[in-house]
């Protein structure tokens, strides 16, 4: 089991940035594959990115993909979510999660993520 406490989140306007951190407690940080999903009000929570174990390989969703950039640190057991050029349609309650490497290809479904933190919320004004 991993613990994650999400931070960074904010009222930005349209254009800006802001950048989500992850911190997980426990020593097996490094061997989980770490994601982030979003949830906007009245829908779904959606995936995001995520990040394999060793921080090699990154996948996003369409809607984010060339604004958004996922890393970890694992010396430091924390996730990142770079956001650039955010849209109002961004807004939502962004959460991080934990997947045990006994999934493998992307890992892009809610279900595969058995570790989830409490969110945080990032708003884009127009």
């Known amino acids: 089991q991993v613990q994650l406490v999400e931070s960074g989140g904010g009222l930005v306007q349209a254009g800006g940035s802001l950048r989500l951190s992850c911190a997980a407690s426990g020593r097996t940080f490094n061997i989980y594959h770490m994601g982030w999903f979003r949830q906007a009000p009245g829908n779904e929570r959606e995936f995001v990115a995520t990040?394999?174990?060793?921080?090699?390989?990154?996948y996003y969703a369409d809607s984010v993909k060339g604004r958004f950039t996922i890393s970890r640190d694992n010396a430091k057991n924390t996730t990142y979510l770079q956001m650039n050029s955010l849209k109002p349609e961004d807004t939502a309650v962004y959460y991080c999660a934990a997947a045990t490497p006994l999934w493998v290809g992307v890992i892009r479904s809610t279900t595969q993520y058995a570790n989830w933190g409490q969110g945080t919320q990032v708003t884009v004004s127009s």
């Open positions: 990040i394999n174990w060793s921080g090699d390989s990154t």
